[in-house]
């Protein structure tokens, strides 16, 4: 009932994987997950020039449909992310798995 949790961030792509990155809060909300985006995941992906080169997926968690998550990745992203509500839709609570989900929970 009181057991720990942890929440993890974690990035893939055809060359490498970008994280993890661990939510210090317990809950992963707009905020911190915005905060994810632009502190550490943006800033690594600039200096290893892939900004203008990737398409960024996520799911449809609620923390990645916050308003202000949605304005970084049109700016950051433009035309390039999958999401419900995205550039590129993506069906909200889809069944289907993303390359982490299917990746990452086989280790």
């Not at 800033?43 to 609620?62: E, S, T, W």
């Amino acid at each position: 009932m009181n057991t720990a949790k942890i929440n993890v961030w974690c990035g893939m792509s055809n060359k490498q994987i970008i994280g993890p990155y661990f939510v210090e809060d317990e809950t992963v909300n707009g905020r911190n997950y915005l905060d994810m985006l632009k502190d550490y995941f943006y800033p690594i992906i600039q200096r290893k020039r892939l900004h203008n080169k990737i398409i960024f997926q996520q799911d449809g968690a609620p923390a990645h449909f916050s308003k202000e998550v949605r304005e970084l990745l049109n700016e950051k992203f433009d035309g390039r992310w999958i999401d419900r509500g995205g550039t590129i839709s993506w069906a909200p609570r889809s069944p289907d798995l993303t390359p982490l989900d299917f990746f990452m929970g086989i280790y």
